[in-house]
């Protein structure tokens, strides 16, 4: 085998360039507020999506985490839990839920960029994962990745 590859996957590289990305789009929306700001309607009404995104986000999250330790450890390919739904569960968490779910809590249309820049990343960084599962679990990767999603249930 001639790809390594730790627990982590790519997944460093996503989520820390995407944190980033969050933590200059905060600093910039809290300096110049008139500029990100979505104040055209009420706080709260950004407060319930953002916590249940936020929620639904971090519960995916460590649904997936709990699997992948599981089947990590053992030297399985997931494929039960959130891995029936997605491939690729815990970018899922932070692209869909939790990223835009910190958007809308903090009311910024720039806070909220954070979820495609880091869905950016993750086409860019996701080829190199998918290759060296393919070359770990061969056939088995093959049917399990042309019948599961990569990253939206389905």
Not at 4 to 15: A, H
């Amino acid at each position: 085998m001639s790809i390594k590859m730790s627990i982590w996957g790519v997944g460093r590289q996503i989520l820390f360039s995407s944190l980033a990305w969050l933590g200059l789009t905060i600093a910039l929306t809290r300096l110049f507020p008139g500029l990100f700001l979505m104040d055209f309607l009420p706080p709260f009404v950004f407060l319930v999506p953002g916590l249940l995104l936020l929620g639904a986000g971090v519960m995916l999250w460590i649904w997936s985490l709990s699997a992948l330790y599981d089947g990590f450890s053992q030297g399985l390919l997931l494929k039960d839990g959130p891995y029936a739904y997605m491939r690729h569960p815990l970018y899922s968490a932070f692209i869909l839920f939790i990223f835009p779910g910190l958007g809308f809590l903090f009311q910024s249309w720039l806070v909220l960029t954070t979820g495609l820049f880091a869905f950016i990343l993750f086409r860019l960084f996701i080829g190199r994962e998918e290759e060296y599962l393919e070359e770990k679990f061969g056939k088995q990767y093959r049917e399990y990745s042309s019948t599961v999603r990569s990253l939206f249930p389905g």
